[in-house]
């Protein structure tokens, strides 16, 4: 299923929502307590460098799956908010993440709602946000990269990484914005919605939203020529 109108992209959420849903037992079980090869190997390095998480800071983790870099942050000393759509996965970060829980704050709450991100505000305003592996599977990228930026202080920064838009597509269309069924970790029990956005459909939204971009990384695996997902690092106007 290959499906371009890009004002249909938002009514999928649900869809998309109750797929995680079926998978989440499954993902958990396959990320386990650590994460696995690719995110310890590809994502990680670039992105803990971009962050640069310091002692005391205030980190917002955005679709953070079973919480495995909420973890992380918070052996770094972070004090983490983090939140995933899918109610199984925020039970099972909970549970893996048990004896961080006096650092990490686990919620439900939809990245493409401003409402239900803004109420995640806290008493002060967050250091950093970052957002693993996620904007290629959420529906619509806009509500996010504003509330994230109200939400940070002045100067702040913001680190995601997602699939290379060039190299990581679902045909030979590309500057086209779309989305499709597709498969994260083999074996997974349904298939997953991805959403395609061309690298100036990602980067106009954070400009809009009152970003610059002061760090990037075109990341690869086995093929050392072809990266295969984009990890960005955007700042906060003072
Ligand atoms: C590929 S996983 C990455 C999870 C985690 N960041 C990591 O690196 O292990 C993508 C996550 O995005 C979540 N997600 C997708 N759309 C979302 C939305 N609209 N709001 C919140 N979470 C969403 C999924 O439930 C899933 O846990």
Redesign the pocket.
């Known amino acids: 299923m290959i499906r371009k109108d890009r004002h249909n992209f938002h009514e999928t959420?649900k869809d998309?929502r109750e797929r995680?849903e079926s998978n989440a037992d499954y993902w958990d079980a396959w990320?386990g307590d650590n994460?696995n090869f690719f995110?310890c190997n590809v994502v990680r390095p670039h992105t803990e460098e971009l962050l640069d998480i310091r002692e005391g800071d205030l980190i917002l983790d955005i679709?953070?799956?079973n919480g495995?870099?909420s973890q992380r942050a918070a052996e770094k000393g972070a004090r983490v908010v983090a939140?995933?759509?899918?109610e199984k996965?925020i039970a099972h970060a909970k549970k893996r993440r048990y004896s961080f829980l006096d650092r990490i704050s686990f919620h439900v709450?939809?990245?493409?709602s401003r409402r239900e991100l803004m109420n995640l505000e806290q008493n002060q305003p967050f250091d950093k946000a970052v957002a693993?592996?996620?904007f290629m599977?959420?529906?619509d990228i806009k509500p996010l990269l504003h509330a994230v930026s109200d939400l940070l202080k002045p100067g702040g920064t913001f680190v995601f990484s997602t699939h290379h838009p060039c190299f990581a597509r679902p045909d030979d269309t590309y500057l086209t914005a779309r989305f499709h069924e597709g498969i994260?970790i083999r074996g997974q029990p349904v298939l997953q919605l991805y959403y395609h956005r061309s690298l100036q459909d990602i980067f106009q939204t954070c400009f809009q939203a009152g970003f610059m971009i002061d760090g990037f990384y075109e990341e690869p695996d086995d093929d050392r020529e072809y990266p295969v997902i984009i990890i960005v690092r955007v700042k906060k106007g003072r």
């Open positions: 959420t998309s995680w990320m994460s995110h679709a953070c799956g495995n870099f939140f995933d759509y899918s996965m709450c939809d990245a493409t693993n592996m996620a599977d959420i529906a994260g």
